[in-house]
């Protein structure tokens, strides 16, 4: 089972920023926090990454708080090009276990 | 940039056959998994393959599947006598690493099983 809980659904209007939070209150010290986005049914896409302090990259910025329990994912200007499922993963290892993910809706 | 392949896209199979789906890793990857996603439910993880053996697998992955890397580049998922519930997408990926690193994954084979 998914490490990870996330809420079902979140909306966000265009251009403003989209903060998806994922709690992972069971996380151990080695487990990684990833993110990847599903559009429609194509194959996962790579977002960031992170074990304890908090990244940036070009697509996101990923926040984890200081006791690593949870996390919140920012798209800092969502287009309706951001509109997907958004996995948040716990994960040490190869085997990537996804739960049902946040169903983010960009709208105009 | 460089990407994961599959083909085919789609497969059409009866049940019973054996079908191949077959993808492309990023080159200097060396890490290959396979995943698989019925309709409208979760991504599964089947198997990881590493150093021509496989590293992890789960319970999803009986007897009927295998995997192989048969030459330097492609690394096949086989299905030997197909279910009807094995009809979904399924998803190859690779990585660099094992660990801490991310895991790119292809478009998909539509698997349908009729």
């Known amino acids: ?108 | 940039e460089p990407e994961v392949t599959q083909t085919p896209s789609h497969q059409v199979t009866q049940m019973g056959q054996e079908v191949i789906l077959r993808c492309v890793p990023i080159s200097n990857h060396l890490y290959f998994y396979w995943y698989r996603q019925i309709l409208g439910q979760k991504v599964e993880f089947l198997v990881s393959f590493y150093n021509n053996e496989i590293s992890e697998k789960s319970e999803i992955f009986d007897d009927q599947f295998s995997v192989e890397r048969p030459d330097g580049s492609n690394f096949t998922l086989k299905i030997r006598s197909t279910k009807l519930e094995d009809s979904a997408m399924y998803f190859c990926a690779s990585s660099r690493t094992g660990v801490s690193n991310e895991q790119f994954f292809g478009p998909g084979t539509r698997l349908t099983v009729l």
């Open chain 1, 1 to 108: 089972d998914a490490k990870t809980t996330q809420p079902t659904s979140m909306d966000c209007a265009e251009g403003r920023a989209a903060n998806l939070p994922c709690n992972h209150s069971t996380i151990s010290g080695n487990e990684y926090v990833y993110w990847y986005r599903q559009i429609h049914s194509q194959g996962p896409q790579y977002i960031i990454h992170g074990l304890k302090n908090n990244e940036t990259n070009e697509m996101a910025s990923l926040i984890i708080t200081e006791d690593r329990k949870s996390s919140t994912l920012i798209l800092p200007h969502a287009t309706l090009r951001d509109t997907a499922v958004y996995y948040c993963i716990a994960q040490y290892g190869q085997n990537f276990v996804f739960g049902p993910g946040t169903r983010l809706s960009v709208l105009p």
